[in-house]
Structure formats: structure tokens, C-alpha cells
């Protein structure tokens, strides 16, 4: 007997107790996982106005010059600038039209700011 416990978990119930256990701390991991990348959702503007960055909740980038979707030409017709995202500390993969594109961002407060490899920074502010 263990200070008044008249029993100690065993067999199924030990199983249970585990997997309820393991259950917990997988779902806790899952949450800081998924508020780490909920920093970067919702809208981002240049400081002008000219660009903005739109991060979804399903992993979705879409950009806007002057308010519209950004679409480029292509060979093969006109395709829309949209993509998905992936955060890996402080490395953003954007993935669009199947090329991936990295660069490091740090969000301070309201600002977010993207570097790419040869160094060069841009500056987004949140907007509503």
C-alpha cells in the first residue's frame, strides 16, 4: 500500500493510463507546434502599401500588388503568384508552381521581416 492507494495500476488499466499519458504530452507538443506558425497567419503589408503577403491557417501564401492577386505570364498561360508555406524555426520554405524558395523572417510585434540568402531584407507590417 502506497499512502492510502489500496492499488496499484496493472495490466489493462496500466495500458490505458500510459496511452491516456502519451495522449496528453502528443497533443501538447501538436499545440506549440501549431502556435509557433499561427505568428505568421493573416495579412502583411509593405510599409508603401504596394505589396502584401497573405498566410493562411492551411499552410497557404498568397500575394497582392496595389490590393490584387498578383499573376504572372507563363509560357503555357497566365498562372496566379499563390502558394504553400513551411516553418522551420527560422526558416520559411515557400513553395509556388513547384519551385521552393527560402529565406529567414523574424516577426518583432507587428513587424515581419524576410531575408533573403544574398542578405536582403524587406519589411512587412501586420494589417487588418
Known sequence: MLNGYN????????????????????????LVA??????LVGKWKTETGFYEMEFTN?????VYQLGEQVIFGYPYGEQNL??????DD??????????DAQTMFEIS?????????LGISIDLYRSN
Open 7 to 30: 492499488s496499484i495500476l496493472e495490466g489493462d488499466d496500466l495500458k490505458k493510463h500510459i496511452f491516456f499519458v502519451l495522449l496528453i504530452v502528443c497533443l501538447a507538443l501538436l
Open 34 to 39: 501549431c502556435s509557433a506558425s499561427n505568428d
Open 58 to 62: 492551411d499552410n497557404m501564401v498568397f
Open 82 to 87: 499563390t502558394g504553400y508555406y513551411i516553418i
Open 90 to 99: 527560422d526558416i520559411l520554405t515557400v513553395t509556388v508552381n513547384g519551385e
Open 109 to 117: 510585434g507587428d513587424k515581419l521581416t524576410i531575408t533573403d540568402p
